[in-house]
């Protein structure tokens, strides 16, 4: 029972790791943005709450969304 907890939060984690290194691939292969983390901050000081999962799919499948969000926070920081 107790290696099942800690399998599901390990796994938890696993995904994080996943969606953040894929956000961050995308990012920078789009040269947007410096880094992952100031793209979140960015991102959350723009109130764009879309959660890591999403933005993984996006990046992953639909760049250009990714992309358009990105011009959305550039421009709410003028």
């Not at 029972?1 to 994080?16: E, G, I, L, T």
């Not at 943005?33 to 999962?53: D, E, G, P």
């Not at 358009?68 to 421009?75: E, F, L, R, T």
Request: aromatic fraction near 12%; glycine fraction near 2%; proline fraction near 1%.
């Amino acid at each position: 029972m107790v290696s099942a907890d800690r399998d599901r939060r390990k796994q938890k984690r696993n995904f994080r790791s996943l969606w953040i290194t894929r956000i961050n691939g995308a990012i920078r292969e789009m040269k947007l943005f410096f880094n992952y983390s100031k793209w979140i901050h960015h991102l959350y000081t723009a109130q764009l709450l879309i959660n890591r999962k999403m933005l993984a799919q996006m990046a992953r499948f639909n760049p250009q969304c990714l992309f358009m969000v990105s011009k959305k926070i550039a421009y709410s920081e003028l």
